[in-house]
């Protein structure tokens, strides 16, 4: 069994082999087949609201964040240095050293998000909404660290403990418990409904975005070759991770992400300092394009919408699936989870997010027309006009290399580490859902696995446009159902609140540091 | 009545017999009992993936039990039996910092502890326990080779 994800991505790969022609016609026979079976559910999820070219998820989700923010007064302000003082075990039991701490958990859910969103999300929201999507992704960063608050608390509040130690959190344990708590019916049935857009959203964003932009930036530097060569690589060494159990690939991964995350702020900085006389200008076109466009197709909602959609992909607040990776920590407030949780779209969205952004705008890459000082709008392509036409993470790669030649290659490497973590801990998130659903088992949980390692290969061998879709598709709709849950299990989270600041407050929270 | 306590940081290892009965010596001549310490090395600040999260409640468990059960209750019966009052703990964290931290909770009035460390490469690129004790442990310290 432990040879099934090998056995199947060779498979793909012999299948495939026929040679280059035909295997780049398969490519698109696969994204059409993608278009066309999963198009109609873009469409619902994405659907304008009447008589605006306003979706209504985005302002689902933008509408969400603000009433948590409203409702837990402003804690992402408030509470934003406790955060930091938690991260640090200030407030941390040493009697439970050798637990997960506040900084493990954080780590880990960290990056699972920081990845692709960050680096390929930005440049499709700044291609095609322009800089001014820049200004409404910081804005839904920032409001988006409540609803994180939210859903990491009632991870942890509501995380099953079993017998052997081990500890299995996240929304279908809060939707269940919680609800029951309350005495509201449909737990069960929200929980179901929320693991099969888990396993979706797992298959989508978490699997073929990640291997889709791998390949891209891959085929960048070494030059063009058919995607279901790179899926094939993925998979097999995911499914070495996933299905044979090697987790010291895992394990040098989780740890080379985080310096690799540091090494792109790094860069950015760099780049940045070395144009310093031009950030202000950047921050002019942001601002000034987040209302009026800038000649982006769609104006000011254009730049919102791209803006709202990037962050949420990004940051993930109000998916739910930072509620799983945040369940594990040990600690007796499960408040404090949330407030070390709300750091992770300020860490993602706020600062990567921008640093990617503003090095796009600020190297030139977007061409302007001298003359009206407006974008050019590429009407074919969606989006702006970019030098060489690119788009999508090769867009961010060419903005770097304006400054570095070697970073394409950098960046390539990059891209697939981030790409590979991200779907290690989706594939996670997606098992949790799937065996929440079809119990545990090692049979049933290789089925889950062989299937996610196939979609690796077929994410691969598709083109960015329906597979960037299906995943926003799949993660929007875990946040559909998740954000009425939140909605119905807030009074919990205010009570955790109130009872941890009174008790901070009065001393009986004690600081060990 | 015993007057003084001393600290053994003890790894476990076959090397650290030697430690272990040089330690012994010292307490039965001086009249003082042993406190052994055995630190699991642990940071806050690794990273783990997504399952090892959710394992490792139950790993640590099993760790400490296992570190009592082979490494200090052997430990501990073996120089009760030769008549020294012995006590001992498990800790996780730093090693030097947790020993250090240890004696002067303990008040104790020596730290013993082993030259060899478990990986010699590490320790020459880190520092290895008996260097870091050497600077930072509040009493005397002595080295076994």
Redesign the interface.
């Known amino acids: 069994m432990k040879q099934l994800p090998i056995a199947a991505a060779f498979l793909a790969a012999a299948l495939l082999s026929a040679g280059p022609a035909a295997a780049q016609g398969l490519d698109q026979t696969i994204n059409q087949i993608f278009a066309d079976y999963t198009g109609w559910y873009v469409a619902l999820i994405f659907a304008d609201l009447p008589g605006t070219n306003f979706s209504w998820i985005a302002l689902w989700l933008v509408v969400a964040a603000l009433i948590f923010t409203g409702y837990f007064g402003f804690i992402q302000f408030k509470g934003f240095v406790h955060s930091i003082k938690l991260v640090k075990?200030d407030y941390?039991d040493p009697d439970d050293?050798?637990?997960?701490?506040h900084?493990?958990?954080l780590?880990?859910a960290l990056?699972?998000t920081v990845g692709l969103g960050n680096i390929a999300g930005v440049a499709v929201a700044v291609g095609i909404g322009g800089p001014g999507a820049t200004f409404w992704m910081i804005i839904a960063g920032l409001f988006g660290m409540a609803t994180k608050f939210t859903e990491c608390t009632l991870g942890v509040k509501y995380r099953n403990?079993y017998p052997?130690?081990?500890?299995?959190g996240g929304p279908m344990y809060y939707m269940t418990k919680g609800f029951a708590e309350r005495g509201l019916k449909g737990g069960s049935i929200f929980a179901v409904i929320f693991c099969i857009f888990t396993i979706l959203g797992a298959l989508g964003g978490g699997n073929m975005f990640q291997a889709n932009q791998a390949h891209a930036q891959l085929s960048g530097v070494l030059g063009e070759y058919p995607g279901w060569i790179t899926g094939a690589v993925l998979a097999v060494v995911t499914g070495i991770v996933i299905v044979g159990g090697i987790?010291s690939i895992?394990?040098v991964t989780?740890?080379v992400?985080?310096f690799m995350g540091i090494f792109y702020i790094v860069v950015s900085i760099i780049i940045l300092l070395r144009n310093f006389d031009e950030i202000g200008w950047a921050f002019g076109q942001i601002f000034e394009g987040a209302f009026t466009g800038l000649g982006v197709a769609g104006g000011f909602t254009g730049a919102l919408i791209q803006g709202f959609r990037r962050a949420a992909f990004s940051n993930e607040a109000g998916i739910g699936s930072a509620a799983?990776?945040h369940s594990?920590?040990?600690t007796k407030e499960p408040v404090t989870e949330g407030y070390v949780a709300l750091l992770e779209p300020f860490i993602d969205t706020v600062v990567i997010c921008t640093m990617t952004a503003l090095v796009i705008v600020i190297t030139g890459v977007l061409n302007i027309d001298p003359e009206t000082g407006m974008y050019i709008w590429n009407a074919e392509a969606g989006q702006i006009e970019t030098e060489g036409g690119v788009s999508g993470v090769e867009l961010t790669s060419a903005a770097y290399a304006q400054s570095f030649s070697w970073f394409p290659a950098m960046l390539a490497i990059a891209v697939v580490l981030f790409a590979f973590s991200t779907m290690?801990?989706w594939s996670?998130?997606g098992l949790k859902a799937w065996t929440y659903l079809f119990g545990e088992g090692a049979m049933k949980e290789n089925i889950f696995k062989v299937i996610f390692c196939l979609f690796i290969v077929i994410g691969a061998a598709a083109n960015l446009g329906p597979v960037i879709d299906f995943s926003d598709a799949m993660l929007f709709s875990m946040a559909v159902i998740n954000v009425i849950a939140l909605y119905l299990l807030m009074p919990i989270v205010k009570k955790e609140l109130g009872s941890y600041v009174e008790r901070l407050r009065t001393g009986e929270i004690k600081k060990f540091k | 009545m015993t007057s003084e306590k001393f600290v053994v940081a003890y790894e476990g290892s076959v090397e650290d017999s030697s430690l272990l009965s040089y330690a012994l010596e010292r307490a039965r001549k001086e009249g003082a009992a042993l406190h052994i310490v055995h630190v699991l090395e642990w940071s806050p600040y690794s990273f783990l993936t997504p399952e090892e999260l959710e394992e490792r409640h139950g790993r640590r468990k099993d760790e400490i039990s296992r570190a009592r059960e082979v490494i200090l209750e052997p430990a501990i019966a073996e120089i009760e039996k030769a008549g020294v009052t012995c006590t001992g703990e498990i800790r996780y964290g730093q090693v030097v910092e947790i020993i250090a931290e240890i004696a002067g909770a303990q008040k104790a009035a020596m730290i013993f502890v082993g030259r060899s460390g478990r990986n010699s490469v590490s320790s020459r690129v880190f520092g290895s326990v008996p260097l870091g004790l050497a600077q930072i442990a509040p009493v005397p310290t002595v080295i076994v080779p």
């Open positions: 075990g941390s050293a050798g637990e997960v701490s900084f493990q958990a780590a880990t990056s699972g403990e052997d130690g081990r500890v299995s987790k895992a394990r989780e740890k992400v985080p799983i990776a594990a920590v040990r290690i801990s996670y998130y």
